[in-house]
Structures are given as structure tokens and as C-alpha cells.
């Protein structure tokens, strides 16, 4: 079920669905996501679809993960990237096969811990973690070339959107439950640029580490 031959056709099914970036369909083609789940999930890993990853959280459909990258990557490839959640990692290990260096938060110790684990089975080193809350950003490496929020805030942080650097994207999932829109901020030289791109469902972006 882990097969060379279930990524094809997942790697088919993301292209059909408008992936067409050729490094991010390879580095979705490169990551096992079967081990970012619980051993009992992962004859489903490379469904299109979410699973738990256990404290209440979801690691995302294959599809949004990449449709967010793919977000993130137009108007050229960043070097430097924030990400809110790190969840089970799988996000944070497509974007760092991607870019230089990516900066990932995560409230939760326990997720972060297996995340942390994966990186370094992968040895993915250009990846930096936090155990914190989100909200504020990761100031002492600002600015980022672009941020990934992988939890949905009511509106987009303020703070986020200081650390963002000029001409750089920033996507998230935006609104309450049942009722949100993925959206891409762009930083210009006098303000920011807003457009809808999904409607989606993650899980609320949430105050405070735990
Ligand atoms: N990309 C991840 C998504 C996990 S779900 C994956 O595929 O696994 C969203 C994650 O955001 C959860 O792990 C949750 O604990 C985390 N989260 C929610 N609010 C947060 C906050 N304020 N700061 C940091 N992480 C937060």
C-alpha cells in the first residue's frame, strides 16, 4: 500500500487537480507520508485525504498541502519560510525539499517531538523548530521570503503579517468552522494584496503553547 505505485497515482491525481510545479510535485512524490501517520493509518497515507495525528489534530490532505505550496511557490521559489503548525511534519518535509530553510511552530510538545523524529530519519537539516504559540511569529529570524499557516485564525495575526517580507506570499486558511476561505496575503512596498483561492476546513488556530 506504500508502494512506488500508490504515490503514482496520487502524484496523477494532484496533477489532474491543477499541481503542476514540477519540483513540488517531485518532492510530494519523494516523501513517504505514510510514515507522518500512526502505523494502523498507513495502508491510507497516500489516499487524498486527512487522518488524525492524534490530539485532536489532522495532518492535511495531500491535495491542500500541495495546493498551498503551490501558492507559496508562484512569483519564484523563497529561500526563507515560516510555517504556523508543524503538526506531524509532513508539510514542513514537502516545503524543506523546496526551499532553503524553513522555520516551524508547533503548540503542541508531543507533536513536535514526532515531527522532530521524522526530520531526522529523513535528514531534512534545514529544519528549524519551536515549541510555542503561532501567533506571534518567530521575530529573531524575520523577515520570511514566505508564510504557511496550517490552522485557521479568525483573521490573519498582525504580527504575521509584519514578519513577512516584501513581494513575499503568505497562505492560510482564514475563519471560523465550517466557514473558511484559504487566502494569499502579498506584501508590496506600500501594503499587502489579498485573494481568495479555496474554501476550505482546518482545524482553529489556537492561543497559547501546551
Ligand atoms: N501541516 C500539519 C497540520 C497539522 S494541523 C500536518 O500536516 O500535520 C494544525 C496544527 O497547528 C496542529 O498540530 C496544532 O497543534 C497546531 N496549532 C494550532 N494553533 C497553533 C498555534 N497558535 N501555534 C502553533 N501551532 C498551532
Not at 491542500?64 to 526563507?80: F, N, S
Not at 471560523?176 to 512596498?189: F, I, Y
Request: net charge neutral; aromatic share 6%; charged share 20%.
Amino acid at each position: 500500500m506504500t508502494s512506488q505505485r500508490t504515490r503514482e497515482r496520487l502524484l496523477k491525481r494532484l496533477e489532474e487537480q491543477g499541481i503542476t510545479h514540477p519540483a513540488l510535485l517531485q518532492a510530494m512524490g519523494s516523501t513517504p507520508r505514510h510514515i507522518f501517520v500512526d502505523e494502523a493509518l498507513a495502508s491510507r497515507a497516500y489516499e487524498d485525504t486527512a487522518l488524525p495525528i492524534g490530539h485532536g489534530q489532522t495532518i492535511s490532505q495531500p491535495y491542500i498541502v500541495a495546493r498551498m505550496t503551490q501558492a507559496l511557490l508562484e512569483g519564484g521559489t523563497p529561500h526563507k519560510v515560516l510555517e504556523i503548525g508543524t503538526g506531524c511534519g509532513y508539510q514542513t518535509a514537502i516545503l524543506a525539499r523546496l526551499v532553503n530553510e524553513v522555520y516551524s511552530i508547533e503548540r503542541i510538545a508531543a507533536l513536535l517531538a514526532g515531527a522532530r523524529q521524522r526530520f531526522s530519519e529523513l535528514k531534512l537539516r534545514n529544519v528549524h523548530l519551536k515549541h510555542g504559540d503561532g501567533y506571534a511569529g518567530w521575530p529573531q529570524h524575520a523577515a520570511y521570503d514566505a508564510i504557511l499557516v496550517s490552522a485557521a485564525p479568525l483573521e490573519i495575526p498582525r504580527s504575521l503579517l509584519e514578519q513577512l517580507a516584501e513581494g513575499g506570499h503568505l497562505v492560510a486558511p482564514v475563519g471560523p468552522p465550517g466557514a473558511q476561505d484559504l487566502v494569499r496575503v502579498t506584501r508590496t512596498r506600500d501594503g499587502y494584496t489579498r485573494e481568495k483561492l479555496d474554501r476550505v476546513s482546518f482545524v482553529p488556530l489556537l492561543g497559547g503553547a501546551a
